[in-house]
């Protein structure tokens, strides 16, 4: 028995197979069998009832008969006879199953597919001078908020580019509705988030960069990847610069203007050579580390560096062709300028740009000069022609003063990422101060003193590695957080997401706070506490507390959005946190003798820059305000306990 079934069962399956490679091929073929599957049936309908039919002579007669009975339910009732209408019954039957069922269902399946391909960003672009965001991390959403808050940036990028709206494409690795909705959710994007083009794909596959239509880009952002070590996220980073390089239409036409974060500054020099068109590269670990160490440094600088380095609050930087104020010297430029505060220059050199920040007050200003302010808006940095000058009788103010650079300062860092050790690069890298570091991880301290060894600059600095979990209070309370002039707490990488890691980062500061208001009943002064985290969404769980928070993903995606849309600031930034250059300062009142003399903002800037520094805003600590780049002619109202935010030289 089971012999004699076996070529049966074998023939079955055959067919089985057959028809399962046939519906596989597609929506043609599918249609091609089920039309097929009707010819056949209409040819046996005709055939059963041929010997019924009075004129036999006539076969594609009765063939049509039976097809318009399985296509039709309404020729039911015109048939004539016992076995014309068994016949028409099951045609009728068949047709309700075969020709509607399976065609509605073959075109129902052909229809959702098509819409879940497009659905999931497979179709390539068709767009000029369209910017493109290769990878979704958590720079993406920062990124695109930035670029759309920044309307009129955007608006002389689009100018710069002669296209005529903005048109924004992103790439990730496959697109979901989840991606949709986050780019609603986001506040700085919300309802425009349904105009972003998103699209599936790696920027390491050629195909899908020719599906975001790469080389016509006027500009192409390569974020660093969300997490990992700094290594694997720069490996990522350059492949993707070669694959933009090497595209094989990049012979026959110039490559797009590309800016990459690269979180390792040792990487720089090989990411150069990677790509060949223009390319502006953000060194995220130094800057970032930058950031920390000078917030350690100067208590109150985060505030200052979150409205200067974002477009979407308060004033921002800018900069401008020198225009009418070519030939003048700073101090004369400067002002001429009643509404925006000038700091300095860019100076091109060939095909890289020269930033000078607070120049000399007799600095000339060369005609192809870019000038560097700090405003408000775009439209505030008009000269004016007859801009009222303070008298030349008015005396200098200088810095006398003293910096952060005297004894020593003692920190503790909670944690461990890679920045820790471009933050001890940074503490190393200032000759005129010292600094004794304590460094708590449950990170073996034997590897991460392994790791500082490797740095051959951290020699200088004192460093203390504790292995310990400092989430724990009698851990915490042993190292007498009190004691030390600044504590920072870091996200860790030792853990495996953002989250976790920011909500150790939060668990730790709570108790913290806990601890110092204890260890505080016998002490004056507090130490200076800055967090960083990951994610924007749990700084606002600090709010109202005496904590500093720097979110440093979206930090550093401000700055790649804003170097996107303008070159040259890339060089401003870099300059602004180089820790052997002119760099932002809070300082007291009582550094500036004289300035409590002055009338207005105007006099104050001018009389500052004459002594050599860029009086930039005022801090009034009574009712917390910063006020960054006001006019010339609003009133100082300055007490004994406001601080002057300058740029100035930190010997200065």
């Known amino acids: 028995m089971a012999r004699s079934q076996f070529p049966r069962l074998r023939l079955l399956n055959r067919l089985q197979f057959t028809l399962e490679r046939l519906f596989v091929r597609g929506v043609s073929f599918q249609l091609l069998l ?52 068994i016949v028409s019954t099951i045609l009728t039957v068949a047709g309700y199953v075969v020709f509607l069922g399976a065609l509605v269902a073959i075109l129902t399946q ?111 952002i390569v974020p660093s990847a969300s997490t ?8 990522a980073t350059i492949k993707a610069l070669l694959s933009l390089s090497s595209h094989p239409a990049a012979a026959l036409r110039p490559l797009p203007y590309v800016v990459a974060e690269i979180q390792d500054q040792r990487k720089v020099a090989v990411a150069r050579r990677a790509y060949r068109g223009p390319l502006e590269l953000v060194s995220g670990n130094s800057l970032i580390s930058r950031l920390l160490a000078q917030n350690l440094r100067n208590a109150g600088l985060s505030r200052v560096y979150g409205e200067l380095l974002s477009h979407q609050v ?30 300095g220059l860019v100076r091109p050199r060939g095909e890289v740009f020269e930033p000078i920040l607070n120049p000399a007050p007799d600095t000339p200003i060369g005609a192809d000069d870019r000038l560097v302010f700090v405003a408000h808006d775009y439209d505030d940095i008009v000269p004016q022609a007859g801009a009222p000058v303070p008298p030349a009788e008015a005396a200098p103010i200088r810095h006398a003063g003293a910096d952060a650079g005297e004894g020593v300062r003692r920190v503790l860092v909670l944690g461990w990422n890679f920045r820790v050790l471009a933050l001890l690069a ?29 740095e051959g600059s951290l020699a200088a600095l004192a460093i203390r590695h504790v292995e310990a979990d400092y989430v724990l209070e009698d851990v915490l309370r042993g190292l007498d957080p009190a004691s030390y002039d600044n504590v920072l707490l870091v996200s860790s990488e030792r853990l495996n997401s953002e989250e976790e890691a920011d909500a150790r980062a939060v668990m730790a500061y709570l108790l913290l706070e806990a ?21 924007p ?26 170097v996107a849309l303008r070159r040259e600031l890339r060089v401003v930034f870099d300059a602004l946190l180089m820790s052997d250059g002119p760099e932002v300062m809070l300082r007291r009142v009582e550094d500036y003798p004289g300035v409590l003399d002055c009338p207005d903002f105007g006099a104050a800037a001018y009389r500052i820059r004459q002594g050599g520094d860029t009086l930039v805003g005022i801090h009034h600590r009574d009712g917390d305000v910063l006020r960054l780049s006001p006019p010339a002619d609003a009133p100082c109202a300055l007490s004994g306990d406001d601080r002057l935010v300058v740029l100035a030289t930190a010997a200065g």
């Not at 070519?326 to 925006?340: I, K, P, V």
């Open 110 to 220: 052909w229809l959702n597919t098509r819409m879940r391909r497009l659905e999931s960003g497979l179709t390539p672009v068709a767009t000029r001078n369209h910017i493109v965001v290769l990878g979704w991390s958590n720079r993406t959403l920062p990124i695109v908020g930035e670029i759309l808050q920044s309307e009129g940036r955007v608006r002389r990028f689009l100018l710069r580019q002669h296209a005529s709206r903005l048109r924004l494409v992103v790439l990730c690795d496959e697109v979901t509705a989840w991606h949709a909705q986050a780019l609603r959710d986001d506040p700085a994007i919300g309802a425009r988030g349904r105009h972003i083009v998103l699209r599936s794909g790696t920027p390491l596959a050629l195909d899908d960069l020719e599906r975001v239509d790469s080389l016509n880009a006027a500009a192409i």
């Open 228 to 235: 990992g070590a700094s290594t694997s996220a720069d490996v």
């Open 314 to 343: 308060g004033a921002g930087v800018f900069v401008r062709e020198a225009g009418s104020v070519a030939g003048s010297t700073f101090l004369a430029a400067a002002a001429r300028y009643r509404r925006a505060v000038l700091c």
């Open 515 to 535: 601890l110092l208001e204890d260890q505080l009943e016998d002490r004056n002064t507090p130490p200076d506490v800055l967090l960083e985290i990951q994610d």
């Open 426 to 454: 940074e503490f190393a890298s200032y000759d005129d101060e010292r600094f004794d570091v304590t460094l708590v991880s449950m990170i073996s301290a034997r590897s991460r003193e392994a790791m500082c060894e490797g």
């Open 34 to 85: 089920v039309a097929g599957l009707i010819g056949l049936i209409s040819l046996i309908g005709g055939a059963l009832v041929l010997p019924v039919t009075a004129d036999a002579g006539h076969f594609g007669e009765v063939v049509w008969w039976a097809f318009l009975r399985l296509s039709d339910p309404g020729y039911l009732g015109d048939d004539e006879g016992a076995w014309r209408r």
């Open 537 to 562: 969404d749990n700084a606002l769980l600090l709010a109202g507390r005496p904590v500093e928070v720097m979110v440093s993903p979206k930090l550093l995606a401000h700055i790649v959005a804003q």
